[in-house]
């Protein structure tokens, strides 16, 4: 099973075959399996698991896109496994994956349990997570050449926030699964 890593060094990040391997295996150890989720472990209205992986394998002067879009393949793919494995009880919960850029260690599979946080994370306009506009122009799943699975869709978010030191910060959160409106009825 794969594990997340941070680098406290610079030196040259080894066996990255082996590593895309084992997020591959991660990824395909969803399959026919949804996650139990206890109220317990989704106090927001959301269940999560980052990305398995070193943190040299997605960000930073040591990988590339190429690497980066295998290993966003890989979480899309998990996440539609764990759609496909979705009890049919379950239609107020969304199945996602969040790849965020540039930060992409940060990437994550999220089952949102609750239609009001979803529009939280991935509504345009402003909270407590700064301000959210639609990345419209953009596709990360053709400027990355990503296979989106039958009844998946994707929506880009654009975030700015201030720091500590009041820098504004840019980060693009790229949800791709079930992110289609929910009409109600």
């Not at 969803?30 to 106090?43: A, L």
Request: with cysteine.
């Amino acid at each position: 099973m794969s594990i997340r890593r941070l680098a406290f060094s610079s030196k040259k990040l080894r066996g990255i075959p082996r590593r895309l391997r084992s997020l591959r295996k991660w990824s395909q150890s969803y399959t026919s399996k949804y996650p139990t989720i206890s109220s317990d472990s989704y106090s927001d209205g959301y269940w999560n698991i980052k990305i398995p992986v070193h943190i040299g394998l997605v960000q930073g002067r040591q990988t590339n896109r190429e690497i980066q879009s295998v290993c966003a393949q890989f979480m899309i793919d998990a996440a539609y496994n764990i759609f496909q494995a979705k009890p049919k009880n379950e239609t107020n919960t969304r199945v996602t994956c969040c790849i965020i850029l540039p930060e992409m260690f940060s990437s994550e599979l999220c089952l949102f349990t609750s239609e009001e946080y979803f529009n939280v994370q991935a509504q345009p306009g402003s909270n407590y997570l700064g301000k959210k506009t639609l990345l419209t122009n953009r596709s990360i799943i053709k400027e990355w050449d990503l296979n989106l699975p039958n009844g998946f869709s994707e929506l880009g978010i654009l975030r700015s926030s201030e720091n500590e030191d009041g820098e504004i910060y840019f980060s693009e959160h790229w949800y791709i699964g079930e992110v289609a409106r929910k009409i109600k009825i």
